[in-house]
């Protein structure tokens, strides 16, 4: 027999969510058969097998979130039997680190407030050995980070068993209610069922996985990164005919296309742009990997075109047009989504003409793309209508200055106003 685990699709994944099971049990399978769906906080993975022989067991149900090396089935041949264990506890995120009865003695670390402090008519001992008993390790230890008493949580699994997102749920309604102006004695009402109001008028929205992955990325963006921007003005009408003329030619590109391959031609010339920062030191990456900006249901998804460098227009059209619809379909693989060097948001086809972009832990520089606007411009001394969009460069000031950046933009400029480098290079 062989046990599938819940993988480690990533260095930073702890945990997956079985999202949907692709086999029955008792179906045959074939290795390299797509089995299941994982979720992760960037995107839903497929699971193919890697032996052949016929799903013998689900242990984990659709919808349930474990640990990464969880079993979470079993193939092998048909007929035989599977080994049980004495005690299978498929309770979501109550994957245990370290052994329960040890945790049951430790309960000072598990408190905010030390024992000594409280009245004893409170007897928190008491209430805290109460409590234990009804609740994972790891999910107590999550109470702590987040400030939550855990005496205070609903439980909703067997028994009145603390979940995690029992705990997750009561601190984002306590967080949510906090900073609404309501009353502290009507905070109990935060631990509501979502999209429940409570009494004080709050609808309570937990974050799912991914608006925690894109709050936790920015969070650590904005917070650790020193950003400065700078923007620019292009005229796009040679762009605009260049599109059409390839459109004759059967290779539709769009405008993100362009600007993707102009920015590999100028982050040739300007390698700090495409760097990050380890410590003390200044990473220059020979591989220009761009990453651009997919809108999904809930969040937000970077796939990255590898190789930039070396691709003509035409073949970054392809990559960018498959990443796409691979991220919006669920299809992205975590290995789409990582290695990125440089990154590119594009608002234009909302209106947007100018906007500052955040840059992702990791790189050095993201290019904000804006839209399409017509206007006047001066030409031979005479006055004529053209077509120009504006684009920020927000920028890490520990690895590069304005000036640097500055003339990284009109570098930029210079290329996409003279567009026949694009097609040459």
Same mark, same amino acid.
């Given at each position: 027999m062989t046990d599938i685990l819940m993988p480690k699709l990533s260095d930073t994944m702890t945990e997956g969510v079985l999202g949907s099971w692709k086999k029955n049990v008792g179906e045959k399978i074939a290795r390299g058969d797509i089995i299941a769906e994982i979720e992760t906080d960037k995107a839903v993975m497929e699971l193919e097998a890697f032996a052949s022989g016929t799903l013998l067991e689900q242990k984990v149900k659709s919808g349930a979130t474990v640990q990464v090396g969880t079993v979470i089935g079993v193939i092998g041949e048909k007929g035989e039997a599977v080994e049980q264990p004495q005690k299978q506890d498929q309770e979501l995120h109550e994957q245990r680190e370290e052994p329960e009865k040890k945790e049951q003695y430790e309960q000072p670390e598990q408190r905010?407030?030390?024992v000594e402090h409280a009245d004893s008519s409170d007897y928190p001992q008491e209430k805290n050995i109460r409590q234990t008993g009804k609740s994972a390790p790891v999910v107590r230890r999550q109470a702590h980070e987040l400030g939550v008493e855990i005496d205070d949580v609903k439980g909703?699994?067997?028994?009145g068993r603390i979940l995690m997102e029992d705990v997750e749920r009561y601190a984002a309604g306590a967080e949510r209610i906090q900073k609404s102006g309501v009353? !502290?004695?009507?905070?109990a009402d935060a631990d509501v069922p979502k999209g429940e109001k409570t009494t004080a008028g709050v609808e309570i929205i937990p974050l799912n996985r991914m608006r925690k992955a894109v709050a936790h990325t920015v969070s650590n963006s904005w917070s650790t990164i020193p950003h400065f921007a700078v923007s620019i003005k292009i005229q796009v009408d040679k762009i605009l005919e260049l599109k059409q003329e390839l459109k004759k030619n059967d290779l539709p590109v769009t405008l993100n296309d362009i600007m993707i391959k102009g920015s590999a031609l100028c982050l040739e010339k300007f390698p700090l742009i495409n760097a990050s920062l380890s410590g003390e030191n200044i990473l220059v990456h020979r591989d220009i990997n761009i990453g651009i900006m997919v809108s999904v249901t809930d969040g937000l998804l970077v796939p990255v075109i590898k190789g930039c460098r070396y691709l003509s227009i035409g073949k970054i059209a392809e990559a960018s047009a498959d990443l796409a !619809?691979?991220?919006r379909n669920g299809k992205i693989t975590e290995q789409n989504l990582t290695e990125g060097t440089f990154s590119i948001s594009n608002l234009g086809m909302f209106g947007i003409?100018?906007?500052?972009a955040?840059?992702?832990p990791g790189q050095a520089a993201i290019l904000a793309v804006g839209g399409i606007m017509d206007e006047y411009i001066a030409v031979d001394g005479k006055t004529v209508s053209s077509k120009a969009i504006e684009v920020?460069?927000?920028?890490?000031h520990r690895i590069l200055d304005g000036a640097y950046a500055a003339r990284f933009l009109v570098e930029l400029k210079q290329v996409l106003e003279n567009p026949v480098r694009l097609l040459t290079s």
């Open positions: 905010e407030n030390p909703s699994g067997p028994g009353p !502290e004695k009507q905070m !619809e691979r991220a003409t100018r906007f500052f955040v840059i992702l920020t460069l927000s920028a890490d």
